[in-house]
Nanobody, 128 residues
Framework: EVQLQASGGGLVQTGGSLRLSCAAS????????IGWFRQAPGKEREGVSC????????YYADSVKGRFTISSDDAKNMVYLQMNGLKPEDTAVYSC?????????????????????WGQGTQVTVSS
């Protein structure tokens, strides 16, 4: 059974940093693309970043490019999202997700929200 759990959210001031963690079980990173999504109140879910170990690709949404970094610790089956230069518009619930199909093009599937396995999110609040 695939299970994902995001953690590490919190309250931070504008310009601050947070590192989110996603604990994954029941998957092998080579077989799945892993993505980070966020959803702010009253807004649609947005794909933030993803990677495909199989294809060796990483994708960032334009809104976070240059500020966020996705990484993984394969030995621990952990995925991280380092968020720097946070802005109030980054406030949202952040979730991690996995997909085997998205391995072919994790960014395209991310933009469409087409990931199969989802974990519970963690709240990130950026104060102005």
């Amino acid at each position: 059974e695939v299970q994902l759990q995001a953690s590490g959210g919190g309250l931070v001031q504008t310009g601050g940093s947070l590192r989110l963690s996603c604990a994954a079980s029941g998957i092998t990173f080579g077989d799945y693309a892993i993505g980070w999504f966020r959803q702010a109140p009253g807004k649609e879910r947005e794909g933030v970043s993803c990677f495909s170990k199989q294809r060796g690709t990483i994708y960032y949404a334009d809104s976070v490019k240059g500020r966020f970094t996705i990484s993984s610790d394969d030995a621990k089956n952990m995925v991280y999202l380092q968020m720097n230069g946070l802005k109030p518009e980054d406030t949202a619930v952040y979730s991690c997700a996995a997909s085997t199909l998205a391995n072919y093009d994790c960014g395209a599937y991310l933009q469409r929200g087409r990931y199969d396995h989802w974990g519970q999110g963690t709240q990130v609040t950026v104060s102005s």
